[in-house]
């Protein structure tokens, strides 16, 4: 029973970077293929992904997209410009996806050796 636990928490901890992963991988494809004509992003609002359209996230907005994480890992990451809010989240400029919003974000839970998954300013997403 003790393993199967282990097992699980590991398989939910991998499972969070892989849903991380692909919520920026979706902004930065809506930006790409220049879906609605605007910029789109990605931002961290524990423990949820949001995805949204425009320059910056707003909470008010109609088009916001979550996608749900887990509440026991955290998440974190250089100047906390991945948090929704209190920096702008990883915004993918129309048709070229490039980004000014670059650095690491790292996933964090007990017992588990940290993730990080990194963007730079050609919007290439290193995990």
């Known amino acids: 029973l003790i393993l199967s636990m282990d097992v699980y928490r590991g398989t939910t901890f991998r499972s969070t970077r892989q849903v991380l992963v692909s919520a920026i991988t979706t902004a930065r494809g809506r930006a790409l293929t220049n879906l609605y004509q605007t910029t789109h992003g990605v931002c961290y609002l524990a423990p949820n992904f949001i995805i949204f359209r425009g320059t910056s996230y707003s909470a008010t ?41 670059t650095g690491v974000i790292t996933v964090i839970e007990s017992g588990h050796t940290n993730e990080t998954v990194s963007v730079n300013s050609l919007g290439t997403i290193l995990w």
């Open 61 to 101: 907005s109609p088009y916001n997209e979550t996608i749900g994480g887990n509440p026991a890992v955290t998440l974190t990451s250089e100047g906390g410009f991945f948090t929704c809010g209190s920096g702008s989240g990883i915004v993918f400029s129309q048709l070229s996806a490039t980004t000014s919003n």
